[in-house]
């Protein structure tokens, strides 16, 4: 595992990267600015400067893992994760909608997504896949990147009636610098101006090339006004998942990732998390970046009450001290002292890191004032 750049290193030290850069050939490694590197390199460099290092992440790597660890005859068939990504506008959250038979468009203000919602749906043919919805606006990137992250497939929503448009192709990046599966839905093809084609055309042109002309992705033409074809990109959907023989072992601690977090006036601190595997449980305790709780509650995305959540499940969780960051990794912990004392260390890192960066842009001000 590589943890921080030469250059991240440095400036944790407050020493300049060239001196790292220096010291790494004196011991004979040659290192770039923005070359991340290992454990053992680190600790070796940072000896040189008379650091020692505390690797408070390791907790996060023991229980990942863990999670390749577990016995064959332990893992059981998990539900797909599916992200849905588009350019802004084009239909995410009302396809999603559709799929799940309930109206969020009309809840959220001005319609337009800003946050990954999360649920899970049984489909028709009586399956579960899990869907994170993401924004499609331009400023978002990070969670569109985050999103690709958690996924085992992205549907690229495109509108018909438009064209690929920037946060379409960022949208295809990012599922590629994840190595997820991408299948392409042809949205809003109810509407006369409809021209899948073109898309077609213009997905070509980017190296997405669909099957219908020899290619290998899949694409589906829908509508998620009527509903036109949206089983049948379902369809694909699962037998894309069906491809990756997603499993995870039910039976241990939960692992998995923060959607997002906020503080609820009222409710106190709700985190949406993502289950990826194991069974997380009311009263468990919660390592989740740099904060840390009992499960005081749990729902699901429609506020029912759940008792525990098994792999691949979204969940709203209320009992974290704080708001972990979205992407953040979160792990069931034995023990709450010990799930304290490492939320602690890392909040201490947290404020040291953006305190450092604070002195450097003042000392960069005066600099220029003089
Ligand atoms: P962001 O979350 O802001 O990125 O947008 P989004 O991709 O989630 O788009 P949203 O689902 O909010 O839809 C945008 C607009 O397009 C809404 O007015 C929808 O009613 C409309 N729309 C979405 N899908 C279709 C469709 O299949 N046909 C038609 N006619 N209109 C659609
Ligand atoms: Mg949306």
Redesign the pocket.
Known sequence: TEFVSANDLASLMNVSVNDVIKVCMQLGMFVSINQRLDAEAITIIADEFGYSIDFITSEDEQALEQLEEDAVEDLEERAPIVTIM??????????L?YIRDANV?SG?AG???QHIGAYKVKTESGRTVTFL?????EAFTAMRARGAKVTDVVII?V?ADDSVMPQTKEAINHAQAAGVPIIIAL?????PAANPDKVREELAQLNILVEEWGGKYQSQE?????GQGINDLLEKVLLEAELLELKANKNRNAVGTVIEAALDKGRGYVATMLVQTGTLKVGDIVLAGSHYGRVKAMTDHRGRKMKEAGPSTPVQLLGLDGAPQAGDKFLVMESEREAREIASNRSQVQREQSLRTRKHITLDEIGRRL
Do not use: R
Request: glycine letters at 12%; charged letters at 25%.
């Open positions: 588009g350019h802004v506008d084009h239909g995410k959250t009302s396809l909608d468009t959220e319609g337009i997504t919805d993401t924004p499609g606006h929503v509108a949205n809003k093809i109810d509407k829908v509508s998620a006004k009527t």
